[in-house]
């Protein structure tokens, strides 16, 4: 049998050594495999850069012991201030014993699938039941801790919704997290085919759940890489985003925009909502033809811009 290691994320290689040929299990990564479907007791070993949210961060963890081996070494790693003053407890409540170090503000794990799961088993179930997707009856939607805004509707979402125009032809939707714009833009019968584009695998399997008809598509990519099958469409939607693994990016919405901007026909319109304090006009303004601010209120501006 074929030794398989594995790596969720991307951890500095100054602080674990991960082999070139481990396999990415990132959903944050495009192309990347599944881990909650890794056969278990089938990783050799196991390198996570551990998620900053609570539940995301003890799923996965869960996910990765359920799929290491009997014995097999896991090391988990985080900064301080996004989990890592957590990793040793969290590991410990699943029945491990951990060796914890600190290097250059991050908290590092390390610590082995132990033989017999006895005694744990439960925990690590409950755990992945906890962070897995599911329906949730109050938002009305498939969703998954970790994912955009996942137990809530977001305000700039419901703000771009109330103030969609009358839109037609093919569209997008940049960063359609589990669909919420895009059932409301598909709610429009003009609207002949909306492809669903996110860097998060998770929110694409629930966007699938939530939007089953055939003039939706959805593509699992990074929209700051070209992909030339984005051409000549009539409507780019996008809530921009501004944060990339947890920290402010202000360079990522603004690489939604050009790449809105090179995706759309002439005469194509791109609607967004944006946080008020981000400065997108000196983006826009070079690209589009036209740039109309459509309303500023409670912490968040619409932009209607026309190539």
Not at 85 to 111: M, P, Q, S, Y
Not at 140 to 157: A, E, K, N
Request: proline share 7%; aromatic share 6%; hydrophobic share 45%.
């Amino acid at each position: 049998m074929v030794d398989v290691v594995g790596v969720y994320g991307q951890p500095p290689s100054d602080l674990a050594d991960v082999p070139r040929d481990a396999v990415q299990f990132s959903p944050l990564i495009p192309g990347s495999a599944s881990l909650d479907r890794q056969p278990a007791a089938s990783l050799n070993a196991m390198t996570l850069l551990a998620p900053p949210g609570t539940i995301e961060r003890r799923y996965a963890l869960a996910q990765a012991l359920r799929a290491l081996k009997p014995g097999a070494p896991l090391v988990a790693l985080a900064p301080n201030d996004r989990g890592g003053t957590r990793l040793r407890k969290e590991l410990e409540a699943f029945g491990l014993d951990v060796n914890e170090t600190a290097k250059r503000h991050h908290r590092i794990a390390a610590a082995a699938r132990p033989a017999k799961l006895a005694g744990i088993d439960d925990a690590i179930a409950a755990v992945i039941a906890d962070g897995g997707p599911r329906f949730d009856d109050e938002i009305g939607l498939w969703t998954q801790p970790g994912v955009f805004s996942w137990d809530r509707l977001d305000p700039g979402t419901a703000m771009l919704i109330e103030h969609l125009p009358d839109l037609s032809g093919r569209g997008a939707d940049f960063g359609c997290g589990i669909g919420v714009l895009a059932r409301a833009v598909l709610a429009n019968g003009s609207v002949g085919e909306l492809t669903l584009i996110d860097i998060d695998r998770r929110a694409i399997e629930c966007a699938q759940h939530n939007l089953d008809t055939p003039r939706a598509r959805f593509l699992w990519i990074d929209l700051r890489d070209p992909h030339p099958e984005l051409v000549n469409l009539d409507f780019v939607v996008m809530n921009a985003p501004f944060h990339d693994a947890g920290q402010e990016d202000k360079g990522l919405a603004q690489a939604f925009v050009r790449r809105a901007a090179e995706s759309l026909r002439k005469g194509g319109v791109c609607i967004m909502v944006a946080n008020r304090h981000l400065p997108y006009e000196a983006v826009l303004r070079p690209l589009f033809k036209a740039v109309k601010p459509v309303i500023e209120t409670g912490g968040y501006k619409i932009y209607e811009a026309r190539k």
